[in-house]
């Protein structure tokens, strides 16, 4: 399967057609997606349209977008227009969005063909695409094993070439884990560098949309695509996305880097931990100051974490109620209807996310819980601009493991939050973070390795990125 680069170039030369490079994509959905079950929904007779209008403007002379024809898998907590979005939930049931995401909107005119929505744990609760109310994704290196969540499909997609290129959201390490786990590259960029707009919101200070791709300048071009100030979001930064795409080849002769003590020891798999290693001996091999670093906040990050995310997100899914979205038990009298719908509609993680939440915000424990947690996030932040007063990134493993089997962690919900002890402090700080392949555990599964840089510190971030991905070949 070709890249989303050369597949643009080649419709934009008329050498190869939209409508050619989609059967091809379809051809590959077909023959494996029964088995991985990365989508929710595969919209083909949207995908032909959309397609066919891309070969029409070539016809015509253009104007064709730098992904004319590159389809595109979309995580299904992305609204799109006249396509149900159901975030893997039974709440959302029937509900068809009446417009698109403003990263859908971007990503159609620049010429990408959507292919899908992907499978997701539900809500983007979850770090194993486990919690899907439409059963999980499995990974394609190894079917036995998850891909890694929330945005499981979409990681899956990529690594099945189903699509070059696919969107997720990560408000934990929901790209950049599931990217790790399936091999493949995925980006978390800096919190209001993409617009929020449409995207199904569970912690709003904390969540962002990024791609995954199978290089880093495919990842560079997705982010520069749907990057960039939106006037729907009232979070969105007034810039244009830092311009990476040109600096991929820059090296990182100079740059200091540090290593992150505290997520190389203790839970780290040693295999993986070797693979980090590596990575930091190879680019202090060409030319970079590497130092190992402690930023002592971040043991805090889960705790905090579990805290806030949980309180945002129980207000922020107080709007399924059977009255405005999807799903709803009918009952007598309004307070019943809403209580049978919310006991339908949600799973098992939702629920418990819900109640978490509540509590933490609840009279008499608010400044206990959520208080304390935001302390301790000002606390992240501040340790981590300590570093970065010193290093122009940070390197560490993306996930403890490589991707474990089904079922091994769904009995204790803390050892599968445990998941995300390295991703979760860069959302609590805003920062950005991408995960990219370094070879593989001792059991033949992908490691990711993990490059964090500070606000809107993209362009080192991918500088760094790339060169790990350029010592492999
Ligand atoms: N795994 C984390 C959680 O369950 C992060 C999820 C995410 O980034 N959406 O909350």
Redesign the pocket.
């Known amino acids: 399967m070709s890249s989303a680069i050369d597949i643009a170039a080649s419709v934009q030369s008329g050498e190869r057609s939209a409508i050619e490079v989609l059967e091809e994509h379809l051809g590959a959905i077909a023959e494996r997606e029964s088995e991985v079950h990365a989508f929710n929904l595969v919209t083909t007779d949207q995908a032909i349209a959309a397609a066919t209008a891309v070969d029409e403007l070539v016809a015509k002379g253009g104007p064709l977008g730098p992904l004319a024809g590159v389809p595109v898998a979309i995580k299904d907590n992305l609204c799109t227009r006249g396509v149900a979005t159901t975030c893997s939930s039974k709440i959302l049931e029937g509900w068809v969005p009446p417009y698109d995401a403003t990263v859908v909107t971007r990503l159609a005119a620049a010429g990408a063909i959507m292919v899908g929505k992907t499978n997701m744990?539900e809500f983007?609760?979850?770090?194993s695409t486990e919690n899907s109310a439409f059963g999980p994704t499995r990974n394609p290196h190894d079917l036995s094993r998850v891909p890694g969540?929330?945005s499981g499909g979409s990681a899956a997609a990529v690594a099945a070439g189903f699509a070059p290129i696919s969107l997720g959201?990560?408000?934990?390490?929901?790209i950049r884990q599931p990217a790790a786990l399936c091999g493949v590259v995925g980006v978390k960029p800096t919190y209001g560098t993409v617009s929020r707009l449409g995207l199904v919101a569970?912690g709003s200070s904390l969540d962002q949309v990024g791609p995954f791709a199978n290089t880093v300048a495919e990842a560079a071009l997705v982010c520069e695509v749907i990057g960039g100030h939106d006037p729907g979001d009232s979070t969105s930064l007034p810039q244009a996305f830092p311009a990476v795409s040109e600096h991929l080849s820059d090296g990182v002769q100079g740059m200091r880097i540090g290593l992150i003590t505290e997520m190389m020891g203790e839970g780290i798999a040693p295999d993986v931990a070797k693979r980090i290693r590596a990575a930091a001996e190879w680019l202090a091999a060409a030319g970079a100051e590497v130092e190992e670093v402690s930023v002592p906040a971040v043991t805090y990050g889960l705790s905090a974490y579990y805290l806030v995310?949980p309180a945002e997100a129980s207000s922020n899914l107080s709007r399924y109620d059977g009255v405005r979205y999807g799903l709803r038990v009918d009952a007598p009298t309004t307070g019943e209807m809403m209580e049978l719908t919310r006991t339908a509609g949600f799973g098992d993680e939702v629920k418990r996310r819900i109640m978490l939440g509540t509590y933490a915000l609840s009279a008499g424990y608010y400044d206990a819980f959520y208080g304390t947690a935001l302390k301790v996030r000002t606390l992240i932040r501040r340790d981590f601009d300590a570093a970065y007063e010193r290093f122009d990134a940070l390197l560490s493993p993306t996930s403890p493991t490589t991707a474990f089997s089904f079922g091994d962690k769904t009995a204790d919900p803390m050892s599968m939050y445990l998941?995300?002890v390295c991703t979760i402090a860069t959302n609590l700080a805003g920062h950005p973070a991408m995960s990219v392949p370094y070879g593989l555990g001792d059991d033949g599964m992908p490691v990711g390795a993990q490059v964090l840089a500070p606000a809107l510190g993209e362009v080192a971030m991918f500088r760094v990125a790339a060169a790990l991905e350029g010592s492999l070949v």
């Open positions: 744990d983007a609760m979850g770090s969540g929330s959201s990560d408000t934990g390490g929901s569970f995310a998941n995300d």
